[in-house]
């Protein structure tokens, strides 16, 4: 069972370095991530709208960090779980106590220019803020729990298009009735209804979001299905082993688990 950069089951986990609030203009920083959806086609093939009241940043384990949204990117890029980084804007203020669901879509499954539904790649909810000593609001995302839905990562098919792979964060917690068909072990991932959900679920618009492209066409981003499948149920790595993981990493030194 995959979890954010973290543990599983009962120990804290976090997806999310230390992030600072904007010191800068809050309000370009919003357009940029509300434009960059619309300009996409996010809204309306995801999102009927999208009005941002913080930023998501992504960092990948490789050490890339997504500060724009529609960065193309390598599918061995995102091969691991990525870590969160959240801004808050000056209206979209949060409480210490505030607890949030996190999902990642993919609108293009199974080709772009004919989707049959967004495939659902995570689904992850009480998700609590921890708020870092700083004179300025800052915060990481924790996770205490196991994921609704496990970790999946993006492996489209061949010449199946550009895939958008959209991350929407959301206030609250989904009710227990919207997450029961999850637990099926014939849940399907794909042709996944969000606005469905989001109704069922109680959960209103996103409070953040951003995503990231990948482009089919290059042979580097094609994943044999074996290799998916891997990928998908290997077992999570807890937060002590992804720490020296991402440590030996750094010196160059290659690990295996």
């Given at each position: 069972?995959?979890?954010?950069a973290?543990?599983?089951?009962?120990?804290?986990?976090?997806f999310?370095?230390?992030?600072?609030?904007?010191?800068?203009?809050?309000?370009?920083?919003?357009?940029?991530?509300?434009?960059?959806f619309?300009?996409?086609?996010?809204?309306?093939?995801?999102?009927?709208?999208?009005n941002?009241?913080?930023?998501?940043?992504?960092?990948?384990s490789?050490?890339?960090?997504l500060?724009?949204?529609?960065l193309?990117?390598?599918?061995?890029?995102?091969?691991?779980?990525?870590?969160?980084?959240?801004?808050?804007?000056?209206?979209?203020?949060?409480?210490?106590?505030?607890?949030?669901?996190l999902?990642?879509?993919?609108?293009?499954?199974?080709?772009?220019?004919?989707?049959?539904?967004a495939?659902?790649?995570?689904?992850?909810?009480?998700?609590?803020?921890?708020?870092?000593?700083?004179?300025?609001?800052?915060?990481?995302?924790?996770?205490?729990?196991r994921f609704?839905?496990?970790?999946?990562?993006?492996?489209?098919?061949?010449?199946?298009?550009?895939?958008?792979y959209?991350?929407?964060?959301?206030?609250?917690?989904?009710?227990?009735?919207?997450?029961q068909?999850?637990?099926?072990?014939?849940?399907?991932?794909?042709?996944f209804?969000?606005?469905?959900?989001?109704?069922?679920a109680?959960?209103?618009?996103p409070?953040?979001?951003?995503?990231?492209?990948i482009?089919?066409?290059?042979p580097?981003?094609?994943?044999k299905?074996?290799a998916?499948?891997?990928?998908?149920?290997?077992?999570?790595?807890?937060?002590?082993?992804?720490?020296?993981?991402?440590?030996?990493?750094?010196?160059?030194?290659?690990?295996?688990?």
């Open positions: 069972m995959y979890v954010f973290l543990c599983v089951g009962v120990a804290s986990s976090c999310g370095l230390a992030s600072s609030h904007h010191t800068f203009n809050d309000d370009a920083a919003l357009s940029r991530f509300k434009n960059g619309e300009q996409a086609g996010l809204v309306p093939d995801l999102l009927p709208a999208f941002p009241q913080g930023t998501l940043n992504i960092h990948l490789d050490g890339k960090v500060h724009h949204p529609g193309s990117i390598l599918t061995r890029d995102i091969q691991v779980c990525p870590e969160f980084q959240l801004y808050p804007g000056r209206t979209g203020q949060l409480n210490p106590a505030d607890t949030l669901t999902m990642m879509l993919d609108p293009d499954s199974p080709t772009h220019s004919n989707p049959s539904g495939k659902l790649h995570l689904l992850a909810t009480a998700i609590a803020l921890d708020r870092y000593p700083d004179p300025v609001e800052n915060y990481k995302l924790v996770n205490r729990t609704v839905v496990d970790w999946l990562p993006p492996a489209p098919g061949p010449q199946t298009g550009i895939h958008r959209a991350f929407l964060l959301y206030k609250g917690v989904p009710s227990q009735e919207s997450v068909p999850f637990q099926d072990a014939a849940f399907n991932r794909s042709g209804n969000l606005t469905q959900f989001t109704r069922t109680g959960i209103q618009d409070y953040a979001g951003t995503f990231l492209t482009d089919s066409a290059l580097e981003n094609v994943i299905q074996n998916q499948g891997n990928s998908a149920s290997r077992p999570f790595i807890d937060a002590f082993t992804l720490s020296i993981t991402t440590f030996l990493s750094l010196l160059g030194v290659t690990c295996f688990f």
